[in-house]
C-alpha cells in the first residue's frame, strides 16, 4: 500500500466532484440555465483519478466528454441536490457546479403560448447544495467549494468558506481576460480554513486543476 500511496497521494479515497450549469424548467421545452461548460470540473475528476482516487462525477448538461469517469448526469438543481447527497459520505467532495440559485416556482405543464405584451415568472430560491454539505460533513471530509463575485471579491469569498463550512474556497476572478466560463483558462486564488491566501498566475484549466488537487493533497492525513 505504501509505495502506491507515494505516488498517488489520493489511493483509496471517494472523492465527488459536480460540474457544469443547472437547467430550471419553465414549461416543457424552455429553461433557466447559465453559461457554465462543466469544463473547470471535468478537468478536476481527471486530476483526482491521476491521484488515485474513486472518482464520481456529479454533472449538469454539458458538451464535455468523460472516458472511463463514473459519471451521474442531472438537470435541475433537485436533481443535483439529491444526487449529492446519495454521495455526502465522501471523502473529498468538490462543488464546482453553477447551480441556479433560484428555479420557477410552479413550471407549467404545457407550453407558454405568447398571450400578453408582459409574462411573469415566479421564481423560488434552490437548496443550497454546498451549505447542506457543510452543515453534516463528516468528520473527516475535505468539502471545496467555489466562488464568482463581481465585486469584494475576497470578503464573499470568505465569507462563503466560514458559512457554508468549507475546506478551501477558489475564487474565480471575473476581472482577468484570461478567467471565465467558456475559456479554456482561469485565473483563481484559493482560500483554506485559516485564511490563508495563494494566488495564481491565469493558466489553462488543466493546470488550475492541478493547483486545486494539490491544496487538497496537503489537506490529507498522512496515515
Ligand atoms: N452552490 C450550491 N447550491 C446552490 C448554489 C450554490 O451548492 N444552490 C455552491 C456552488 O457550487 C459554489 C458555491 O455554492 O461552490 C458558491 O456559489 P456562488 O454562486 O458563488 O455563491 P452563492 O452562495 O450561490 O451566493 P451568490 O450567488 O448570492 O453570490
Ligand atoms: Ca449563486
Same mark, same amino acid.
Given at each position: 500500500d505504501n509505495h502506491l500511496r #507515494? @505516488?498517488?497521494?489520493l489511493y483509496n479515497l471517494n472523492a465527488v466532484? =459536480? #460540474? /457544469?450549469? =443547472?437547467?430550471e424548467a419553465i414549461d416543457p421545452v424552455r429553461f433557466i440555465g447559465n453559461h457554465s461548460s462543466g469544463k473547470m /470540473?471535468?478537468?478536476i475528476a481527471k486530476t483526482l483519478k491521476k491521484l488515485g482516487a474513486n472518482v464520481t462525477l456529479i454533472t449538469g448538461p454539458t458538451a464535455e466528454k468523460s472516458n472511463s469517469i463514473n459519471r451521474i448526469d442531472v438537470v435541475s438543481a433537485q436533481q443535483m441536490l439529491k444526487a449529492c447527497l446519495a454521495h @455526502?459520505? @465522501?471523502?473529498?467532495?468538490?462543488?464546482?457546479a453553477a447551480v441556479a440559485d433560484y428555479t420557477p416556482a410552479d413550471p407549467a405543464k404545457e407550453k407558454i403560448k405568447k398571450n400578453d405584451a408582459e409574462l411573469v415568472l415566479h421564481l423560488k430560491k434552490t437548496t443550497d447544495i454546498l451549505a447542506t454539505l457543510g452543515k453534516n460533513k463528516p468528520k473527516n471530509q475535505i %468539502?471545496? /467549494?467555489? #466562488? %464568482? +463575485? =463581481?465585486?469584494n471579491e475576497e470578503n464573499f #469569498? %470568505? +465569507?462563503? %468558506? +466560514?458559512k457554508k463550512n468549507l475546506d478551501l474556497i477558489v475564487l474565480n476572478s471575473t476581472q482577468d481576460p484570461e478567467a471565465g466560463f467558456k475559456k479554456d483558462t482561469n485565473k483563481i486564488t484559493i482560500f483554506n480554513k485559516l485564511k490563508e491566501k495563494t494566488v495564481y498566475e491565469a493558466k489553462s484549466k488543466s493546470d488550475v486543476a492541478v493547483d486545486i488537487c494539490n491544496q487538497i493533497c496537503k489537506l490529507i492525513p498522512s496515515k
Open positions: #507515494a @505516488a498517488q497521494p466532484v =459536480t #460540474a /457544469g450549469p =443547472t437547467y /470540473g471535468f478537468e @455526502a459520505q @465522501a471523502d473529498i467532495f468538490i462543488m464546482s %468539502l471545496v /467549494g467555489f #466562488a %464568482l +463575485e =463581481t465585486y #469569498a %470568505l +465569507e462563503k %468558506l +466560514e
